[in-house]
């Protein structure tokens, strides 16, 4: 039986969040004064330390068990030919992950990590959301029970990310519900589209939107229903999963921030325990974390998905708390402070 079995008790969870801890927080900026280094010189690796302390509710913030969650799923959108992949490459690459084969095998070993891949339900496609809801509830509430028991026992991080063929247009529909706007400011070229297919694509969120227009600005997790996908409900129930368990998260690209965005939208403070972990250079990747107020640790370039973003992110955190647990304060290098 799924986790969640109403979207009453699937927005009950969602606003009901516990927050972080302050004063694990609070020690980590007065240990970090008394470091042999002028205040702030290291910059956001500080309040990176701060923020990991804070989530994890330990004064001493620890990256001893990383785990990466890659949800895959299949989206009926491709039948408006969103994309220049064919559905099958979602299973295909899902058996390229198992082989060691693909980019996050190496990353998330790189990152000390490890990796689980969960392909959901590949061989039902979501419905064509541009005529009907891509999910009907039992579907929705299954995927985000999915994500949500994914997360595993003792992990101090998450890194989250996807793998589907169409589902940046999914990813552009949900966001463009939720803050607004339409295809052509949210729809890009995701795996490689040529200019007839980045038409269809902002074409399919646009006819989706007019579909679904009663739900547009009113209720989020029906928007996440009536136009995600499988693979963005297990990436949203996993980010509710790390907040009630005290995890720390790093978000992937577009399609996984968009994910988690209708949490944002539910309440306030709700992706606090979440960094985007780099800007995709999927088009309006940038403009949506501008909108949820978050400023990506990263920006080289990627939109491969899949948490490569995110493991690599890792390192990142990894020389946070390095810094943090193994400098010297003044007192004990002999080093003299500010007088």
């Not at 923020?51 to 009926?76: I, K, Y």
């Not at 995709?280 to 370039?301: K, T, Y």
Request: hydrophobic share 50%; with cysteine; aromatic share 4%.
């Amino acid at each position: 039986m799924p986790r969640f079995t109403s979207l009453a008790g699937l927005y009950a969870a969602c606003r009901e969040l516990p927050e972080g801890d302050e004063g694990a927080a609070a020690a980590v900026a007065e240990r970090q004064a008394r470091l042999t280094k002028p205040p702030g010189s290291l910059g956001r690796l500080e309040t990176l330390a701060a923020w990991l302390a804070r989530w994890q509710r330990q004064p001493m913030p620890t990256l001893e068990h990383v785990q990466v969650l890659v949800f895959a799923g299949n989206h009926g959108v491709t039948a408006q030919g969103v994309s220049p992949y064919p559905a099958a490459v979602t299973a295909q690459m899902v058996a390229n992950f198992s082989a060691g084969g693909a980019a996050i095998n190496q990353l998330a070993a790189l990152a000390a990590a490890r990796l689980d891949v969960i392909p959901l339900a590949l061989e039902r496609p979501t419905r064509d959301f541009t005529e009907m809801p891509a999910m009907d509830e039992a579907e929705f509430l299954d995927a985000v029970s999915v994500g949500h028991d994914a997360v595993g026992a003792g992990a101090d991080l998450l890194c989250l990310g996807e793998m589907g063929i169409g589902n940046t247009t999914a990813g552009a529909a949900v966001a463009a519900a939720l803050f607004g706007g339409g295809g052509a400011r949210w729809a890009g070229r995701g795996t490689g589209v040529d200019d007839a297919g980045l038409a269809r694509k902002r074409a399919a969120v646009d006819a989706a939107l007019a579909r679904h227009a009663p739900l547009l600005g009113r209720d989020p997790l029906r928007i996440a229903m009536a136009l995600g996908g499988r693979e963005l409900a297990a990436i949203l129930g996993a980010t509710l999963a790390a907040r009630r368990r005290g995890v720390p998260v790093l978000l992937d690209g577009f399609v996984c921030t968009a994910a988690a965005a209708a949490l944002a939208r539910l309440a306030a403070g709700a992706l606090d325990h979440a960094q985007v972990a780099h800007v995709s250079s999927e088009a309006g990747h940038r403009m949506l974390a501008e909108e949820l107020g978050m400023v990506p640790l990263l920006d080289l370039g990627m939109r491969l998905g899949e948490a490569s973003g995110a493991a690599l992110a890792v390192h990142v955190l990894r020389a946070a708390v390095a810094c943090h647990s193994g400098m010297a304060t003044f007192a004990e290098a002999g080093v003299s402070d500010r007088s």
